[in-house]
């Protein structure tokens, strides 16, 4: 296994454990931000869910990232970083948040 490839399972594994830990409405709105973000998180198989496991988000994001030149890698890999801690820190009260809670009552 290559340096690269290394690093590539790192980093699926670094966002999908900061993801995990998100609540779950804050998980759920991220996850169908990267899966729109993305066709290959999409991926042609099972797509990507709040019931999909932490191995299959952590597979369809490092069959992904291999896909990518490494410039396109670290953009990328900052930019759903970034991502998780906006849903992470989003206050309660924005629209993105109000709209999910009007979907469960």
Known sequence: MSDLQILIRQMAADITAK???LEQ???ERFMEWLVSHSSKVRGNGEPLTLMSSREQMQLKLNAWFQSLP???LLWEYR???DEIVWW???DPS??????AE???E
Do not use: E, F, N, T
């Open 19 to 21: 993801a995990c830990v």
């Open 25 to 27: 409405v804050r998980l």
């Open 70 to 72: 490494v410039s396109g």
């Open 79 to 81: 930019l759903i970083l």
């Open 88 to 90: 992470r820190d989003v």
């Open 94 to 99: 924005h629209p993105a948040l109000r709209s």
């Open 102 to 104: 009007k979907v469960k």
